[in-house]
């Protein structure tokens, strides 16, 4: 099936820093979609894009859809310890009925 | 409140049984889905379905069985031809409104089959 591109795989960083991601894909997709998963919950949405360009944030967090509509991008200001979790971003396709996923991204936070 | 249940949170079962997750909303939602996850991984397609009495097979759906009778509920059945069972379950439902592709999810079963 569809692939995403999710990057990086993990990250491990100081509290206080900023944090980016990225999805890239080969295809052209009409909706962005960031969510946040703890370990042992089911994802949590975080941030809803649906136009090329749009610019959406969501407290410390924004996210991006590419002006392509190849790629979507998240960011993180000032991280807190309770950010810590594995990020997804899903997008779909023009016409599809379900959602195609990145493999996450697990951030870890040093106190 | 609104929301999604899925029920229990961990299941045990032994090999060759056959076993049913429930998935319930009460957000009205027409969409709903079943994913599998595996440790470290992302999420699978397991079966969708957009409206009452109809569904299609995701990604991952051989082993895998569901029924939608009523908007409510969409519960998924385990079956023995599963050859790797044990693993995270996720369901979801998405109001499918105009553009509206958001799809939010339960907390997720726990599945062990040893």
């Known amino acids: 099936g569809q692939q995403l591109n999710q990057s990086p795989q993990s990250m491990f960083i100081q509290e206080g820093e900023d944090v980016s991601m990225n999805c890239t894909s080969s295809?052209?997709?009409?909706?962005w979609l960031w969510y946040k998963q703890e370990p042992g919950e089911g994802p949590v949405l975080l941030i809803a894009?649906?136009?090329?360009?749009e610019l959406t944030s969501n407290g410390r967090l924004t996210a991006q859809f590419g002006i392509t509509r190849k790629d979507s991008f998240l960011n993180i200001s000032a991280s807190i310890p309770s950010d810590v979790g594995i990020y997804f971003c899903?997008?779909?396709?023009?016409?599809?009925?379900?959602?195609?996923f990145g493999q996450g991204t697990r951030l870890t936070i040093n106190p | 409140d609104g929301g999604i249940t899925q029920s229990p949170k961990y299941l045990f079962r032994k090999e060759g049984q056959n076993v049913t997750l429930s998935c319930e909303q009460n957000?009205?939602?027409?969409?709903m889905y079943w994913y599998r996850q595996d440790p470290g991984q992302g999420l699978r397609l397991i079966y969708y379905?957009?409206?009452?009495?109809?569904?299609q097979k995701g990604d991952i759906a051989e082993g895998y069985s569901v029924s939608r009778e009523k908007k409510e509920s969409f519960p998924l059945t385990v079956t023995s031809a599963q050859k790797n069972p044990t693993a995270f379950y996720l369901c979801?439902?998405?109001?499918?409104?105009?553009?509206?592709?958001?799809?939010?999810f339960g907390p997720g079963t726990r599945l062990t089959v040893t």
């Open positions: 979801a439902s998405s109001p499918r409104q105009g553009n509206s592709y958001e799809q939010y």
């Open positions: 894009l649906y136009k090329a360009g």
């Open positions: 295809s052209i997709f009409n909706t």
């Open positions: 957000l009205n939602h027409d969409a």
């Open positions: 379905s957009q409206i009452v009495n109809d569904f």
């Open positions: 899903a997008g779909q396709l023009s016409g599809a009925q379900k959602l195609v």
